[in-house]
Nanobody
Framework: QVQLVESGGGSVQAGGSLRLSCVAS????????MAWFRQAPGKKREGVAT????????NYAGSVRGRFTVSLDNAKNTLYLQMNSLKPEDTAMYYC?????????????????WGQGTQIFVSS
């Protein structure tokens, strides 16, 4: 059974940093696209960052580029999201997702596997 388990959420002041982790299990980890999405209250779920476990691909939403860094520790089957210079508008539930071949890499509907989410709150 595929499992994605996020951790690392919490509350932070604007300008601060947090690191999210997502541990994957139950499937062949190699050659998957893994992504972070977020959803704020009353808003649609949006892509934040995507990375390919086989290497050679990362992508970021424009709103986080230069502030967030997505990375992998393949030995630990773990996806990370380092978030720096956080802003109040980054407040949301953050989800980890995985799929072998998402047709559109920042579209939630194209990802088969999801974690339960971890909440980030950034105060001004």
């Amino acid at each position: 059974q595929v499992q994605l388990v996020e951790s690392g959420g919490g509350s932070v002041q604007a300008g601060g940093s947090l690191r999210l982790s997502c541990v994957a299990s139950g499937y062949t980890y190699n050659n998957y696209y893994m992504a972070w999405f977020r959803q704020a209250p009353g808003k649609k779920r949006e892509g934040v960052a995507t990375i390919y476990t086989g290497g050679g691909y990362t992508n970021y939403a424009g709103s986080v580029r230069g502030r967030f860094t997505v990375s992998l520790d393949n030995a630990k089957n773990t996806l990370y999201l380092q978030m720096n210079s956080l802003k109040p508008e980054d407040t949301a539930m953050y989800y980890c997702a995985a799929d072998e071949r998402p047709a559109v890499k920042d579209r939630p509907a194209d990802y088969k596997y999801w974690g339960q989410g971890t909440q980030i709150f950034v105060s001004s």
